[in-house]
């Protein structure tokens, strides 16, 4: 009996041992001494700074996440569209204006595609803006500090997904609707949608100086869904390109009824026609409603402005300004090639990849050979706009980006793989599966003039076994391969934050030198900001109670406060008088119905508190800051509301006030 | 003159005080709040403003008149035959200063680093229970706590150094050509 036990055990083992060896797990675990070089490719030593810094759009966390590259380490989140109680953003009275909009405060979206800004057509390493696609807006985020500075609301957007992609001087960054909506908004019909329902192309114009972002025109074009989209750059600079599904003008069952012709359409935008038309007076300004929200630097607070009214053109007010090239099969990506002379269209239900001339569109325009019209909008022959068909064997193109150095590298979400193919001949060089249905890729400066074409992040939508399970809800997954050679090496897996849609990535010298310590402390001009101690404060307007407060290693000033009421609103206005790196404070009182703060060197944040009971409340810093961070506290004293207890404020042993 | 460097496991890029004749300041903008704000859990009084030490006033008149004088004599020196005896003349009276001024400089390096407040936050002993002496190196190297503290003339303190040689290298070019 014994015997036959052990028999049956090794038989066992023998079979998984067999089953391990098998062919299925080649794919998966590359062989030793391969996956020692990739070790050593993705490995930096403790206290090494990655090569690359890579933004990762958050998708439904609505924040921005930054790694570094070739590590795959998680650097930071940004808040960007979502309230984010680490660090109060959304909470604190100071940042609450960035998520106001027309639709009143709105404390997440679903954010998509960040852009770094560019000079020339090279990253800048400026600013990074990304796209909110639900309540459509536009945020701009600095590379100096790291925060989100400005929000725009886009008007007569709905589904803002072809964005945020800017032009290669920053001129503009554009955001397209994804969803065709009637405009202006009115109650009518859903079934009336077809050539009713219209589609905006919004120009929002950017400051070169401060970034301030405006919006120039929107282009009010046939109620297609435009789905992404890419500025032409080099010698296409001046044209933005446009894919767009559901030229049936369906309004339901989608899946089906929208993926019924056999193309759809790349729009074609001549830009810079549209800025001398409306520079010359043209356009109509049409009443609408949209916020505007600006982070100041020096007041370390938002404040938002309603716009009344935007600028509208419609396309066919301006000749020559918009063509449609026909593409196949509902294309997603729209991605220029670094020269600019190539217009990939991504037919995400179909095999193949079709690309575009630019010279070719030039050609057959100024020929005047078009094949039809749409609402007005001519049409250019399939054949004669075409460069070539990259027959990859591959399903579901869904992104394409550049290393270069003449190579291409195309993600296919349906058979789950990053596919090398080469400009102009079109033939497929390597292929690499993804772990798994890969939806976006990127190369640091990969849909720049000048691509930094050594490493390909591919962002895949479904992780499943890849790392140690979570329960039903998982990190997503990406895969960094090294791209220097002629065959694509897979180096290492990362998990990452909610839903990366797209990313941007550059040299981390561009950004870091750059990347600012503290704020100067004397630069402060925040309305309740103290700069020293001995300022510190409580005053009472009506049930409104202001404490001017500081916070230095390790304690509050003050830190014992009397006179406060049920009934009052109390404003804790802390400023953080450290001039040294890192050494952030937190503050946070019991029982309040909002964030803590987390106050960086120099700043001032506020936060509210309205004391519902009476006693003796405790508030403390939330950040470890000292080896006396967990004395760094304090007390409130809370009276009934009839009470006539005088405000004080206290810190050690002296009365003083 | 001179420069006092503190660096730790938590300052990659160390604290420091350049140390001028006429005051004290940060080798980075707010190094010197930041010393501060470490000495202050020892009890150490934070660091002098110029108008707290008479050495900040006198200390440059002296090394200016001291200057005006080597020059003059050089002068004198170049145009006139006087005797080198002048130079070793110069150079002792400086040295007697200089040594002075150092002498003073550790006065106050030991007064920082002892006259702690009797409620400092961390009042730490040393080996033999003694209470710990915070006072950086005159001049070299020191462990402090978890800091590491460097202690070195900087170019102004080098150069006067290098000034009171070439006085003596006259002293005895000079002797050299009298006795000729």
């Keep these: 009996m014994k015997t036959r036990k052990i028999k049956l055990f090794t038989a066992v083992a023998a079979s998984l041992l067999l089953a ?15 996956s ?27 924040n921005l996440t930054v790694y570094g590259l070739p590590s795959g380490r998680m650097l930071k989140e940004i808040p960007v569209f979502s309230q984010y109680p680490t660090s109060g953003y959304g909470y604190s009275e100071e940042t609450k204006p960035m998520l106001n909009t027309s639709f009143g405060f709105v404390p997440w979206d679903d954010a998509h595609h960040p852009d770094i800004s560019q000079t020339n057509g090279e990253l800048d390493g400026r600013w990074v803006f990304i796209n909110g696609n639900n309540t459509p807006r536009i945020a701009r985020i600095s590379l100096t500090t790291f925060e989100t500075e400005e929000i725009i609301e886009i008007p007569n957007s709905a589904g803002n997904h072809s964005s945020s992609f800017i032009t290669e ?74 894919t767009t599904y559901n030229t049936e003008e369906a309004n339901t069952l989608m899946e089906v009824n929208s993926s019924q012709n056999d193309k759809d359409f790349i729009a074609a935008v001549n830009w810079k026609k549209i800025e001398e038309y409306v520079n010359n007076g043209g356009g109509t300004m049409m009443p609408a409603e949209y916020a505007h929200n600006v982070y100041d630097e020096s007041t370390h607070t938002a404040t938002t402005t309603m ?21 196949p099969k509902s294309p997603h990506g729209c991605d220029v090639d670094p020269t600019g002379q190539y217009i990939i269209g991504n037919g995400k239900l179909s095999a193949d990849l079709t690309i575009h001339s630019f010279d070719k569109m030039i050609a057959a325009i100024e020929a005047k050979k078009f094949d ?36 291409a590298y195309t993600t296919f979400f349906i058979s789950s793989e990053v596919v090398k193919w080469k400009l102009g001949t079109w033939e497929v060089i390597d292929r ?26 591919a962002m895949n939508k479904i992780t499943k076994d890849r790392y140690l399970p979570t329960g039903p809800e998982m990190e997503h997954s990406a895969q960094l391969y090294d791209i ?76 014992n406060i009397e006179g406060v009421k049920v009934g009052d609103k109390v404003y804790f206005h802390i400023t953080n008088h450290e001039q040294d790196f890192d050494v952030p404070h937190g503050f946070a009182m019991i029982g309040q119905n909002t964030s803590e703060l987390l106050i960086m060197p ?37 009276s009934p509301a009839d009470s006539n207890i005088e405000l004080s404020w206290s810190l050690g042993d002296s009365d003083e006030e | 003159m001179w420069n006092i460097m503190l660096g730790a496991p938590q300052y990659p890029e160390p604290l420091g005080i350049d140390i001028y004749i006429n005051g004290l300041q940060g080798q980075s903008e707010f190094d010197i709040q930041n010393i501060d704000g470490l000495n202050h859990y020892i009890g150490m009084k934070t660091l002098p403003k110029p108008a707290d030490m008479w050495e900040f006033s006198v200390f440059p008149k002296v090394v200016l008149a001291m200057a005006f004088l080597g020059v003059l004599i050089g002068l004198i020196g170049l145009f006139k035959n006087i005797s080198p005896n002048w130079f070793l003349f110069w150079f002792i009276l400086m040295s007697v200063l200089g040594m002075l001024g150092v002498y003073d400089f550790n006065l106050w390096l030991v007064d920082y680093g002892t006259d702690l407040d009797p409620n400092a936050i961390m009042k730490l002993v040393n080996e033999a229970g003694e209470p710990m002496q915070y006072n950086p190196p005159l001049i070299g190297h020191k462990k402090l706590l978890n800091f590491d503290a460097f202690s070195y003339p900087r170019t102004g303190g080098i150069m006067l150094f290098v000034g009171m040689m070439l006085t003596v290298l006259a002293y005895f070019v000079g002797k050299k050509s009298l006795n000729k």
């Design chain 1, 432 to 457: 690499k599966p993804t772990y798994y249905s890969v939806g976006h890729l990127m190369i640091p400066g990969g849909n720049s003039r000048k691509p930094f074409g050594k490493y390909v992040v």
């Design chain 1, 169 to 242: 001087n920053t001129e503009y960054v554009v955001a397209g609707t994804r969803f065709s909506v009637p405009i202006p908004q009115r109650d009518m019909p859903i079934k009336d949608y077809k050539s009713n329902f219209k589609g905006s192309l919004s120009f929002i114009s950017v400051d070169p100086e401060h970034g301030h972002m405006d919006i120039k025109f929107q282009l009010m074009m046939p109620g297609f869904n435009y789905d992404l989209s890419h500025p032409g750059r080099d010698k296409s600079h001046g044209w933005f390109f446009f």
């Design chain 1, 484 to 559: 220097s050679g002629e065959k694509m090496e897979l180096l290492i897996d990362f998990p990452t934050h909610g839903e990366p849609h797209y990313a941007a990535g550059c040299p981390a010298d561009l950004i870091k030198a750059n990347s600012k310590k503290i704020y100067r402390l004397d630069e402060n001009k925040h309305p309740y900001a103290i700069l020293s101690p001995d300022q510190a404060k409580v005053e009472r307007k009506g049930n409104e109670v202001h404490v001017y407060m500081s916070t230095i290693r390790s304690h509050f000033t003050p830190d």
């Design chain 1, 602 to 638: 120099g700043q001032t944040k506020s936060s509210v508190w309205e004391p519902k009971k009476v006693g003796v409340w405790p508030f403390y810093c939330t950040d470890f800051c000292s080896a006396l961070h967990q004395e760094m506290q304090g007390y409130v004293r809370v």
């Design chain 1, 20 to 34: 391990s060896c098998g062919p299925q797990t080649n794919n998966k675990k590359s062989g030793g001494a391969l």
């Design chain 1, 372 to 407: 039809g019209e749409a609402y007005g909008i001519p049409i250019l022959n399939f054949d004669d706009v075409l460069a070539g068909t990259v027959k990859s064997g591959g399903l579901g193109p869904l992104h394409t980006e550049f290393d270069g150095k003449g190579n």
């Design chain 1, 307 to 327: 716009k009344k009214e935007v600028l509208t053109v419609d396309p066919l007010k301006v000749p020559g300004a918009v063509y449609f090239l026909p593409t």
């Design chain 1, 36 to 62: 020692s070089s990739a070790a050593e490719k993705v490995y930096v030593a403790p206290g090494e700074h990655d090569e690359f810094y890579a933004f990762l759009s958050g998708g439904f966390s609505g």
